[in-house]
Structures are given as C-alpha cells and as structure tokens.
C-alpha cells in the first residue's frame, strides 16, 4: 500500500491524519455524510494514496456518496478556475470530487507541515531562518504566478498566509536554511 506499517508513523503524517478527520468544511457538505468523508480523508492518508493513486479516493467516495456536491468547488469551477483547474469539467461530479480531496489534504498537509517547520525556531544553529512559500511549477496560475516563492523570517510569522489560497493550489511551506560550506 506504500506504508511501512513497521516503521510507524512520523508526528507530521499523525497530524495531517487527525487534521482531515477534524476538517471543518465550509458548507454544509451533505449533512449525514461528513464523517463518511472525513473517515475516507483520514484513511487515505494513512494509507498514503497521494496523488498517484487519489482516484482510489475518488471512487469510495462517488460509491458512497453517488449525489456528491460540494457548492465551494462547483462555483468555483465554473466562475473562477486557475491553474490546472482549467481543465476540469464543471458539471462531472469526478472532477468536483477530484478538485476538492485535493483542496482538503493540501489544506491539512500544509497546516501540518507549517506546524512541522515552526518546531525549527529553537534549531536555528543548524541553519533554520524561517518559512517560504513555495509556489508551484504552473504557469497557468495567474494567482501563485505573482507570488513567487515569498520567504518569511522567524520574526515574521504573522504574515506566513494560509495556504492553499484557493481549491486547486499547489503551493507550499518550505522552511528557509541558511546555506552553509562543508
């Protein structure tokens, strides 16, 4: 499945996992079936379907819940898509699931991976300086596109900004390290 269940899991996976199963969706998401959805997030998670294999995630979902609908991302792709959003069909309900598991675990990988890089403050004699947002690789995104990777010192953090900025972003934290010669 792509997990070492020997290993366990690293404090960064626990809490990506416990972000989705806690996820606060902004809409009221088919009142009985938030759970069914949180559990799927959360399992997948662990599972660590990723991108590579979300389509797995995608179909439990469509087979749970065939009238799935989530307002946010539907407007969203018919008034407003950027990036690879684009390419997505604002009437297929796959596409809709698609576009928002991938608002939901950017949202909680993100969250848990700023929390994961605010435990660096303390380490900054090994090189830590602070938080960059990283932006990705889409040139189709006029909204990350102006951004550029925007670096934020430790004394900053109040103007980290919560990302994703939108459903389909693909920017992300990176912790800043000072180049150093061995």
Not at 10 to 17: D, F, Q, Y
Not at 26 to 43: F, G, M
Not at 114 to 139: A, P
């Amino acid at each position: 499945m792509g997990k070492d269940w020997n290993l366990g899991f690293s404090e960064k996976e626990k809490l990506s996992t416990k972000l989705m199963r806690e996820f606060e969706f902004d809409e009221n998401l088919l009142k009985n079936h938030v759970e069914e959805i949180r559990s799927e997030l959360a399992t997948s998670n662990l599972f660590r379907y990723g991108y590579s294999q979300s389509h797995k995630l995608e179909d439990r979902i469509l087979l749970k819940l065939p009238d799935f609908e989530s307002k946010f991302i539907e407007r969203y792709l018919r008034d407003q898509p950027d990036g690879f959003a684009g390419n997505l069909d604002p009437t297929s309900q796959r596409d809709i699931v698609s576009l928002f598991v991938h608002y939901v675990q950017f949202t909680c990988y993100n969250k848990a991976e700023l929390q994961e890089i605010l435990t660096y403050r303390d380490k900054t004699k090994y090189g830590y300086k602070g938080v960059e947002v990283m932006t990705g690789n889409d040139s189709r995104c006029q909204k990350c596109s102006k951004i550029r990777s925007t670096k934020y010192s430790w004394k900053e953090l109040d103007k980290v900004p919560k990302i994703p900025f939108f459903p389909s972003c693909i920017c992300w934290y990176s912790p800043i390290i000072e180049q150093r010669d061995f």
